[in-house]
Protein backbone atom coordinates (compact mmCIF):
# COMPACT_ATOMS: atom_id res chain seq x y z
CA UNK A 1 0.00 0.00 0.00
CA UNK A 2 3.45 2.27 0.43
CA UNK A 3 3.10 3.11 -3.24
CA UNK A 4 -0.72 4.07 -3.66
CA UNK A 5 -2.22 7.30 -4.16
CA UNK A 6 -5.18 7.43 -2.52
CA UNK A 7 -5.02 6.05 1.22
CA UNK A 8 -8.74 5.22 2.27
CA UNK A 9 -10.29 4.49 5.30
CA UNK A 10 -13.92 2.65 6.20
CA UNK A 11 -16.70 4.42 7.89
CA UNK A 12 -15.71 2.80 10.89
CA UNK A 13 -12.59 4.23 11.09
CA UNK A 14 -14.46 7.83 11.66
CA UNK A 15 -12.85 9.13 15.09
CA UNK A 16 -15.49 8.01 17.92
CA UNK A 17 -14.12 11.04 20.41
CA UNK A 18 -12.41 14.75 19.47
CA UNK A 19 -8.98 15.30 20.99
CA UNK A 20 -8.72 17.77 23.53
CA UNK A 21 -5.44 19.90 23.59
CA UNK A 22 -6.57 21.35 26.75
CA UNK A 23 -5.76 18.17 28.43
CA UNK A 24 -2.43 18.29 27.15
CA UNK A 25 -0.93 21.76 26.70
CA UNK A 26 1.62 22.35 29.15
CA UNK A 27 0.75 26.00 29.89
CA UNK A 28 -3.12 26.27 31.57
CA UNK A 29 -5.57 28.27 29.47
CA UNK A 30 -6.06 31.84 30.42
CA UNK A 31 -9.29 32.98 31.73
CA UNK A 32 -11.84 34.53 29.23
CA UNK A 33 -13.39 38.33 30.45
CA UNK A 34 -16.87 39.81 30.25
CA UNK A 35 -16.52 42.37 27.48
CA UNK A 36 -18.47 45.20 29.76
CA UNK A 37 -17.67 44.83 33.02
CA UNK A 38 -14.22 43.00 32.80
CA UNK A 39 -14.89 40.00 34.99
CA UNK A 40 -13.75 36.62 34.51
CA UNK A 41 -17.04 35.00 32.30
CA UNK A 42 -18.99 32.55 33.59
CA UNK A 43 -20.70 30.08 31.49
CA UNK A 44 -24.64 31.32 32.43
CA UNK A 45 -22.82 34.77 30.58
CA UNK A 46 -21.90 32.67 27.92
CA UNK A 47 -24.97 30.78 27.80
CA UNK A 48 -26.75 33.91 26.53
CA UNK A 49 -25.10 33.10 22.94
CA UNK A 50 -23.76 29.24 23.03
CA UNK A 51 -25.91 25.71 24.44
CA UNK A 52 -24.46 24.32 27.66
CA UNK A 53 -23.10 21.09 25.62
CA UNK A 54 -20.77 23.87 23.63
CA UNK A 55 -20.00 25.50 26.56
CA UNK A 56 -18.78 22.27 28.59
CA UNK A 57 -16.37 21.55 25.68
CA UNK A 58 -15.83 24.97 25.46
CA UNK A 59 -14.12 24.68 28.96
CA UNK A 60 -13.16 21.19 29.34
CA UNK A 61 -9.74 19.41 29.81
CA UNK A 62 -10.89 15.70 29.61
CA UNK A 63 -8.71 14.58 26.85
CA UNK A 64 -11.33 12.81 24.76
CA UNK A 65 -14.70 13.68 23.86
CA UNK A 66 -16.73 11.53 22.90
CA UNK A 67 -18.87 12.40 19.37
CA UNK A 68 -22.53 11.32 19.17
CA UNK A 69 -23.41 8.76 17.22
CA UNK A 70 -26.22 11.52 15.51
CA UNK A 71 -22.79 13.11 14.28
CA UNK A 72 -20.94 10.70 13.23
CA UNK A 73 -24.27 9.23 11.06
CA UNK A 74 -23.78 12.71 9.45
CA UNK A 75 -20.04 12.54 9.35
CA UNK A 76 -20.55 9.57 7.05
CA UNK A 77 -22.11 11.33 3.77
CA UNK A 78 -18.34 12.58 3.54
CA UNK A 79 -15.74 11.10 6.25
CA UNK A 80 -13.44 9.94 6.65
CA UNK A 81 -11.84 12.03 4.01
CA UNK A 82 -9.14 10.83 1.50
CA UNK A 83 -5.46 11.29 2.23
CA UNK A 84 -3.41 11.56 -1.01
CA UNK A 85 -0.24 11.16 -2.19
CA UNK A 86 1.31 14.27 -4.35
CA UNK A 87 3.24 12.30 -6.81
CA UNK A 88 2.65 14.11 -9.62
CA UNK A 89 3.46 17.83 -7.80
CA UNK A 90 6.26 16.03 -6.51
CA UNK A 91 7.72 15.21 -9.91
CA UNK A 92 6.77 18.64 -11.53
CA UNK A 93 9.10 20.12 -8.42
CA UNK A 94 11.58 17.30 -8.91
CA UNK A 95 11.68 17.08 -5.39
CA UNK A 96 13.05 14.21 -2.98
CA UNK A 97 10.03 14.82 -0.13
CA UNK A 98 7.00 13.44 -0.65
CA UNK A 99 4.18 15.75 -0.20
CA UNK A 100 0.69 14.08 1.25
CA UNK A 101 -2.50 16.00 1.57
CA UNK A 102 -5.54 15.56 3.32
CA UNK A 103 -8.41 16.45 1.33
CA UNK A 104 -11.24 18.28 3.14
CA UNK A 105 -12.88 19.83 0.45
CA UNK A 106 -15.21 16.81 -0.35
CA UNK A 107 -17.48 18.05 2.07
CA UNK A 108 -20.67 18.98 1.13
CA UNK A 109 -20.54 22.54 1.68
CA UNK A 110 -16.54 22.12 0.21
CA UNK A 111 -14.50 22.52 3.35
CA UNK A 112 -13.69 21.54 6.96
CA UNK A 113 -15.98 23.64 8.22
CA UNK A 114 -18.66 20.79 8.64
CA UNK A 115 -17.06 19.29 10.54
CA UNK A 116 -18.11 21.83 13.59
CA UNK A 117 -21.20 23.12 11.84
CA UNK A 118 -22.99 19.54 12.26
CA UNK A 119 -22.25 19.49 15.68
CA UNK A 120 -23.21 23.32 16.46
CA UNK A 121 -26.19 22.69 14.99
CA UNK A 122 -26.92 19.18 16.91
CA UNK A 123 -26.75 20.70 20.16
CA UNK A 124 -28.12 23.99 19.57
CA UNK A 125 -31.32 21.84 18.47
CA UNK A 126 -31.41 19.09 21.88
CA UNK A 127 -30.58 22.47 23.68
CA UNK A 128 -34.01 24.07 22.34
CA UNK A 129 -32.56 26.55 20.07
CA UNK A 130 -35.09 28.03 18.41
CA UNK A 131 -33.00 29.89 15.66
CA UNK A 132 -29.39 30.38 14.88
CA UNK A 133 -27.05 33.68 13.62
CA UNK A 134 -23.31 33.62 12.49
CA UNK A 135 -20.44 35.72 10.70
CA UNK A 136 -18.58 34.15 7.66
CA UNK A 137 -15.85 35.25 6.17
CA UNK A 138 -15.32 33.89 2.61
CA UNK A 139 -18.60 32.06 2.60
CA UNK A 140 -17.30 28.38 3.97
CA UNK A 141 -18.41 28.72 6.88
CA UNK A 142 -21.88 30.15 6.18
CA UNK A 143 -22.09 27.80 3.76
CA UNK A 144 -21.14 24.95 6.04
CA UNK A 145 -23.55 26.01 8.97
CA UNK A 146 -26.52 26.53 6.39
CA UNK A 147 -26.93 22.78 5.36
CA UNK A 148 -26.53 21.98 9.11
CA UNK A 149 -29.13 24.49 10.01
CA UNK A 150 -31.17 22.75 7.34
CA UNK A 151 -30.48 19.04 8.26
CA UNK A 152 -32.02 19.96 11.96
CA UNK A 153 -34.27 22.32 10.41
CA UNK A 154 -32.85 25.27 12.49
CA UNK A 155 -33.73 28.97 10.73
CA UNK A 156 -30.11 30.97 10.04
CA UNK A 157 -29.06 34.43 9.44
CA UNK A 158 -25.46 34.87 8.17
CA UNK A 159 -23.87 38.08 8.04
CA UNK A 160 -21.28 37.73 5.15
CA UNK A 161 -17.97 40.36 5.06
CA UNK A 162 -19.37 42.59 2.37
CA UNK A 163 -16.34 42.23 0.14
CA UNK A 164 -16.63 38.80 0.16
CA UNK A 165 -20.54 39.29 -0.65
CA UNK A 166 -19.43 41.32 -3.52
CA UNK A 167 -16.53 38.87 -4.51
CA UNK A 168 -18.56 35.54 -4.54
CA UNK A 169 -22.39 35.65 -5.18
CA UNK A 170 -22.43 32.05 -5.64
CA UNK A 171 -21.43 31.18 -2.27
CA UNK A 172 -24.48 33.60 -1.19
CA UNK A 173 -26.92 31.52 -3.09
CA UNK A 174 -25.60 28.57 -2.15
CA UNK A 175 -25.93 29.08 1.45
CA UNK A 176 -29.85 30.42 -0.08
CA UNK A 177 -30.58 27.23 -1.53
CA UNK A 178 -29.89 25.59 2.02
CA UNK A 179 -32.54 28.09 3.54
CA UNK A 180 -30.48 30.56 5.24
CA UNK A 181 -30.78 34.33 5.54
CA UNK A 182 -27.85 36.52 3.84
CA UNK A 183 -27.06 39.70 4.87
CA UNK A 184 -23.50 41.82 3.59
CA UNK A 185 -21.91 43.10 6.72
CA UNK A 186 -21.85 45.91 7.88
CA UNK A 187 -26.09 46.20 7.39
CA UNK A 188 -28.16 49.02 8.71
CA UNK A 189 -30.00 47.18 10.61
CA UNK A 190 -27.78 46.46 13.98
CA UNK A 191 -26.50 49.45 16.21
CA UNK A 192 -23.02 47.84 15.53
CA UNK A 193 -23.42 47.78 11.67
CA UNK A 194 -25.11 51.25 11.80
CA UNK A 195 -22.15 52.37 13.69
CA UNK A 196 -19.34 51.37 11.04
CA UNK A 197 -21.37 52.48 8.53
CA UNK A 198 -21.73 56.18 9.89
CA UNK A 199 -18.19 56.44 9.69
CA UNK A 200 -18.15 55.08 6.92
CA UNK A 201 -20.60 54.12 4.31
CA UNK A 202 -18.26 52.56 2.05
CA UNK A 203 -16.72 50.35 4.44
CA UNK A 204 -15.77 46.78 2.76
CA UNK A 205 -16.77 45.02 6.21
CA UNK A 206 -14.53 42.54 8.35
CA UNK A 207 -15.00 39.39 9.93
CA UNK A 208 -14.91 41.48 13.52
CA UNK A 209 -17.76 43.95 12.30
CA UNK A 210 -19.69 40.43 11.27
CA UNK A 211 -19.48 38.98 14.26
CA UNK A 212 -20.77 41.87 16.07
CA UNK A 213 -23.87 41.81 14.57
CA UNK A 214 -23.75 38.02 14.19
CA UNK A 215 -23.72 38.29 18.40
CA UNK A 216 -26.05 41.49 18.68
CA UNK A 217 -28.79 39.82 17.05
CA UNK A 218 -28.53 36.46 19.03
CA UNK A 219 -28.13 38.34 22.13
CA UNK A 220 -30.90 40.61 21.95
CA UNK A 221 -33.03 37.68 21.46
CA UNK A 222 -34.18 36.77 24.47
CA UNK A 223 -32.81 33.17 24.16
CA UNK A 224 -34.54 32.34 20.95
CA UNK A 225 -31.53 32.54 18.95
CA UNK A 226 -27.94 31.27 19.67
CA UNK A 227 -24.68 32.01 18.31
CA UNK A 228 -22.13 30.07 15.92
CA UNK A 229 -18.56 30.76 15.83
CA UNK A 230 -16.75 29.11 12.76
CA UNK A 231 -13.39 28.94 14.39
CA UNK A 232 -10.90 30.55 17.39
CA UNK A 233 -13.03 29.18 20.13
CA UNK A 234 -11.54 25.54 21.92
CA UNK A 235 -15.24 23.70 20.68
CA UNK A 236 -15.02 24.47 17.38
CA UNK A 237 -10.61 23.40 17.34
CA UNK A 238 -11.84 20.32 18.80
CA UNK A 239 -14.63 19.30 16.23
CA UNK A 240 -11.55 19.61 13.76
CA UNK A 241 -9.64 17.18 15.08
CA UNK A 242 -11.08 14.46 13.10
CA UNK A 243 -8.80 15.53 10.41
CA UNK A 244 -5.50 14.93 12.38
CA UNK A 245 -7.10 11.32 13.98
CA UNK A 246 -7.29 10.15 10.43
CA UNK A 247 -4.48 11.33 9.13
CA UNK A 248 -2.44 9.74 11.69
CA UNK A 249 -3.85 6.31 10.69
CA UNK A 250 -3.67 7.12 7.03
CA UNK A 251 -0.14 8.05 7.01
CA UNK A 252 0.72 4.71 8.37
CA UNK A 253 -0.85 3.02 5.68
CA UNK A 254 1.25 4.69 3.64
CA UNK A 255 4.10 2.98 6.37
CA UNK A 256 5.21 6.94 6.68
CA UNK A 257 5.30 9.70 9.33
CA UNK A 258 5.42 13.50 8.49
CA UNK A 259 8.62 15.70 9.17
CA UNK A 260 6.27 18.93 8.83
CA UNK A 261 2.56 19.35 9.23
CA UNK A 262 1.06 22.51 7.50
CA UNK A 263 -2.10 24.00 7.24
CA UNK A 264 -3.34 27.80 6.74
CA UNK A 265 -4.70 30.01 9.68
CA UNK A 266 -7.97 32.09 9.68
CA UNK A 267 -9.11 31.59 12.86
CA UNK A 268 -6.67 28.44 13.78
CA UNK A 269 -9.31 25.64 12.91
CA UNK A 270 -8.32 23.33 10.25
CA UNK A 271 -4.78 23.72 11.14
CA UNK A 272 -5.69 22.70 15.05
CA UNK A 273 -7.44 20.02 13.27
CA UNK A 274 -4.50 18.24 11.67
CA UNK A 275 -2.34 19.19 13.72
CA UNK A 276 -3.14 18.85 17.30
CA UNK A 277 -3.12 15.22 16.78
CA UNK A 278 0.12 15.10 15.92
CA UNK A 279 1.48 17.30 18.69
CA UNK A 280 -0.01 14.75 21.39
CA UNK A 281 2.71 12.60 19.49
CA UNK A 282 5.20 15.30 19.87
CA UNK A 283 4.04 16.08 23.71
CA UNK A 284 3.51 11.96 24.81
CA UNK A 285 5.52 9.68 22.83
CA UNK A 286 8.63 11.56 21.27
CA UNK A 287 7.78 12.35 18.25
CA UNK A 288 9.73 15.52 16.14
CA UNK A 289 7.15 16.93 13.66
CA UNK A 290 7.42 20.27 12.47
CA UNK A 291 4.02 22.16 12.91
CA UNK A 292 3.89 25.10 10.60
CA UNK A 293 0.75 27.45 10.65
CA UNK A 294 0.76 29.90 7.43
CA UNK A 295 -0.67 32.75 7.45
CA UNK A 296 -1.57 36.08 4.46
CA UNK A 297 1.11 38.77 5.01
CA UNK A 298 -1.76 41.11 4.91
CA UNK A 299 -3.18 39.58 8.32
CA UNK A 300 -0.31 37.99 9.94
CA UNK A 301 -2.09 38.05 13.58
CA UNK A 302 0.93 35.18 14.86
CA UNK A 303 3.56 36.44 13.00
CA UNK A 304 3.62 40.33 13.47
CA UNK A 305 0.74 40.68 16.10
CA UNK A 306 0.75 40.80 19.94
CA UNK A 307 0.07 38.43 22.67
CA UNK A 308 -2.52 40.70 24.80
CA UNK A 309 -6.46 40.26 25.87
CA UNK A 310 -8.53 41.39 22.87
CA UNK A 311 -11.93 41.83 22.17
CA UNK A 312 -13.40 38.82 19.51
CA UNK A 313 -15.38 41.52 17.83
CA UNK A 314 -14.75 45.26 16.34
CA UNK A 315 -18.07 46.08 18.51
CA UNK A 316 -16.55 45.01 21.82
CA UNK A 317 -19.28 42.47 22.35
CA UNK A 318 -17.74 39.36 22.17
CA UNK A 319 -15.82 37.99 24.92
CA UNK A 320 -12.20 39.66 25.58
CA UNK A 321 -9.52 36.61 25.22
CA UNK A 322 -5.72 36.23 25.76
CA UNK A 323 -4.53 35.86 22.01
CA UNK A 324 -1.88 36.67 19.33
CA UNK A 325 -4.12 39.89 18.35
CA UNK A 326 -3.89 42.84 15.19
CA UNK A 327 -6.15 44.74 17.40
CA UNK A 328 -10.10 44.22 17.31
CA UNK A 329 -10.56 47.14 15.13
CA UNK A 330 -8.39 45.99 12.56
CA UNK A 331 -9.75 46.27 8.62
CA UNK A 332 -7.78 43.87 6.42
CA UNK A 333 -6.76 44.83 2.60
CA UNK A 334 -9.38 43.02 0.19
CA UNK A 335 -7.01 40.07 -0.41
CA UNK A 336 -8.93 36.86 -1.79
CA UNK A 337 -8.46 34.71 0.82
CA UNK A 338 -11.72 36.10 2.90
CA UNK A 339 -11.09 33.36 5.43
CA UNK A 340 -7.40 34.82 6.37
CA UNK A 341 -8.86 37.87 7.15
CA UNK A 342 -9.57 37.88 11.43
CA UNK A 343 -7.89 39.74 13.76
CA UNK A 344 -6.68 37.41 16.35
CA UNK A 345 -6.03 33.92 16.58
CA UNK A 346 -7.40 30.90 18.34
CA UNK A 347 -6.13 31.45 22.50
CA UNK A 348 -5.26 27.80 22.15
CA UNK A 349 -3.90 28.39 19.15
CA UNK A 350 -1.78 31.43 20.48
CA UNK A 351 -0.63 29.78 23.32
CA UNK A 352 0.87 26.68 21.61
CA UNK A 353 2.93 29.34 19.43
CA UNK A 354 3.45 31.05 22.25
CA UNK A 355 5.90 28.41 23.79
CA UNK A 356 7.12 27.52 20.52
CA UNK A 357 5.63 23.79 20.52
CA UNK A 358 4.06 25.53 16.65
CA UNK A 359 6.01 27.82 14.29
CA UNK A 360 4.20 30.25 12.14
CA UNK A 361 5.02 32.07 8.90
CA UNK A 362 3.62 34.59 6.46
CA UNK A 363 3.02 34.70 2.46
CA UNK A 364 1.88 36.84 -0.16
CA UNK A 365 -1.15 36.07 -2.48
CA UNK A 366 0.87 36.00 -6.03
CA UNK A 367 2.85 33.07 -5.01
CA UNK A 368 -0.08 31.48 -3.16
CA UNK A 369 -1.92 31.73 -6.13
CA UNK A 370 1.33 31.26 -8.28
CA UNK A 371 1.31 27.63 -6.21
CA UNK A 372 -2.66 27.15 -6.24
CA UNK A 373 -2.51 26.97 -9.76
CA UNK A 374 0.56 24.39 -9.85
CA UNK A 375 -0.98 22.30 -7.85
CA UNK A 376 -4.47 22.34 -10.45
CA UNK A 377 -2.09 22.24 -12.62
CA UNK A 378 -0.50 18.83 -11.57
CA UNK A 379 -3.26 17.31 -9.05
CA UNK A 380 -6.38 18.94 -10.66
CA UNK A 381 -8.48 19.90 -7.57
CA UNK A 382 -8.76 23.62 -7.96
CA UNK A 383 -7.56 24.51 -3.62
CA UNK A 384 -9.56 27.40 -1.78
CA UNK A 385 -7.52 30.51 -1.85
CA UNK A 386 -7.14 29.69 2.29
CA UNK A 387 -5.82 26.21 1.43
CA UNK A 388 -3.18 27.54 -1.08
CA UNK A 389 -1.55 29.05 1.77
CA UNK A 390 -0.53 25.58 2.51
CA UNK A 391 0.20 24.37 -0.67
CA UNK A 392 2.84 27.28 -1.34
CA UNK A 393 4.97 26.76 1.63
CA UNK A 394 4.34 22.68 1.50
CA UNK A 395 6.09 23.35 -2.04
CA UNK A 396 8.80 25.71 -0.12
CA UNK A 397 9.37 22.90 1.86
CA UNK A 398 9.53 20.25 -1.34
CA UNK A 399 11.89 22.70 -2.59
CA UNK A 400 14.10 23.31 0.11
CA UNK A 401 14.22 19.14 0.33
CA UNK A 402 15.73 19.28 -3.38
CA UNK A 403 18.66 21.99 -2.43
CA UNK A 404 19.56 19.50 0.51
CA UNK A 405 18.66 16.43 -1.30
CA UNK A 406 16.46 15.12 2.06
CA UNK A 407 13.34 12.65 1.87
CA UNK A 408 11.54 14.85 3.60
CA UNK A 409 7.52 13.78 4.43
CA UNK A 410 5.19 16.64 4.32
CA UNK A 411 1.74 16.35 5.34
CA UNK A 412 -0.59 19.47 4.42
CA UNK A 413 -4.17 20.54 5.20
CA UNK A 414 -6.33 20.97 2.03
CA UNK A 415 -9.40 22.37 4.03
CA UNK A 416 -11.34 23.24 0.94
CA UNK A 417 -12.03 23.32 -2.72
CA UNK A 418 -12.01 26.13 -4.60
CA UNK A 419 -15.10 25.80 -7.13
CA UNK A 420 -16.93 29.20 -5.82
CA UNK A 421 -13.14 31.11 -6.09
CA UNK A 422 -12.78 31.12 -9.80
CA UNK A 423 -13.24 35.10 -10.09
CA UNK A 424 -9.60 35.24 -7.62
CA UNK A 425 -8.17 32.81 -10.07
CA UNK A 426 -9.56 34.76 -13.00
CA UNK A 427 -8.14 37.79 -11.11
CA UNK A 428 -5.06 36.16 -10.40
CA UNK A 429 -4.49 35.16 -14.23
CA UNK A 430 -5.47 38.79 -15.79
CA UNK A 431 -2.61 40.24 -13.53
CA UNK A 432 -4.94 42.29 -11.48
CA UNK A 433 -4.05 40.92 -7.90
CA UNK A 434 -1.27 42.83 -5.71
CA UNK A 435 0.15 41.92 -2.85
CA UNK A 436 -0.38 43.77 0.44
CA UNK A 437 1.94 43.99 4.05
CA UNK A 438 0.24 44.67 7.11
CA UNK A 439 1.31 48.42 7.68
CA UNK A 440 4.61 48.51 10.47
CA UNK A 441 3.06 51.64 11.95
CA UNK A 442 -0.09 50.05 12.76
CA UNK A 443 1.68 47.44 14.90
CA UNK A 444 3.01 49.94 16.91
CA UNK A 445 -0.46 51.04 17.39
CA UNK A 446 -2.27 47.95 18.41
CA UNK A 447 -1.08 48.32 22.48
CA UNK A 448 -2.87 51.57 22.41
CA UNK A 449 -6.48 50.10 21.40
CA UNK A 450 -6.24 46.89 23.57
CA UNK A 451 -8.96 46.72 26.50
CA UNK A 452 -7.25 46.72 30.21
CA UNK A 453 -7.76 43.80 31.88
CA UNK A 454 -6.69 43.38 35.58
CA UNK A 455 -5.49 39.58 36.18
CA UNK A 456 -5.39 40.21 40.04
C1 LIG B 1 -11.26 26.71 3.02
C2 LIG B 1 -10.88 27.44 4.27
N1 LIG B 1 -9.71 27.13 4.88
C3 LIG B 1 -9.31 27.77 5.99
C4 LIG B 1 -10.08 28.78 6.55
C5 LIG B 1 -9.55 29.49 7.75
O1 LIG B 1 -10.22 29.19 8.92
P1 LIG B 1 -9.55 28.33 10.07
O2 LIG B 1 -8.25 28.96 10.42
O3 LIG B 1 -10.52 28.36 11.17
O4 LIG B 1 -9.38 26.96 9.53
C6 LIG B 1 -11.30 29.13 5.97
C7 LIG B 1 -12.14 30.17 6.58
O5 LIG B 1 -13.12 30.61 6.09
C8 LIG B 1 -11.70 28.45 4.80
O6 LIG B 1 -12.84 28.77 4.19
Not at 213 to 240: D, F, I, P
Request: proline share 7%; charged share 20%; with cysteine.
Amino acid sequence: MANNTRFLLGENDIPKFWYNINADNPVAPDPVFNPVSKEPVTPDFLNVLFPMDLIMQEISTERYIPIPDEVRDIYKLWRPTPLLRAARLEKALGTPAHIYYKYEGVSPSGSHKSNTAIPQAFYNKISGTKAMTTETGAGQWGSALSMACKFYDLPLEVYIVKVSYDQKPYRRFLMETYGAQVFASPTHFTHAGKSILEKDPNSPGSLGIAISEAVEVAATSNGAKKYGLGSVLNHVLLHQTVIGQESIKQMEMADEYPDVVIGCVGGGSNFAGIAFPFLYKNLKEGQRTRLLAVEPKAAPSLTKGIFAFDYGDTAQMAPIVKMYTLGHDFIPPEIHAGGLRYHGMAPTLSSLFDQGLVEAVSVYQKPVFEAALLFTNTEGILPAPESSHAIRVAIDEALKAKETGEKKVILFNLSGHGNFDLSAYHAFQSGSLEDYDYPEEEISKIKSRLPEINLA
